[in-house]
């Protein structure tokens, strides 16, 4: 038996605004939501899953790398972490993780 699911991951307003310390070329990021809610609608219509997974650092060791390497991008409960709101995320569970890897710990 073959499981679907869509995994989108990290389009968040700290990652894809102009300002971003690591900012996604702005004409690439029309593109980039606009595929991603097309892949949405179609896994939505297909009745498959969608995940979407955040980053959001937490705790002093989580905050602390986010500042020092990330120029304090992506903490929990700043502003910036919210998904896209481009993003057709009324479809799908949001998943946060803490760690820079979406599958740290899983099987």
Known sequence: MTVK???VIDI???NVKPN???PFPS???TGLIANTNKLITHWQQQEWP???IRQNY???IGKTISRLLLKGIT???ESGTELDPRLKADYGSIIDKTTQD???KTD
């Open 5 to 7: 699911a869509l995994l």
């Open 12 to 14: 968040q307003t700290d």
């Open 20 to 22: 971003s310390p690591y």
């Open 27 to 29: 004409e690439d990021v």
């Open 50 to 52: 969608v995940f979407l």
């Open 58 to 60: 937490v705790g002093l």
């Open 75 to 77: 903490i929990r409960g």
């Open 102 to 104: 979406s599958f740290y």
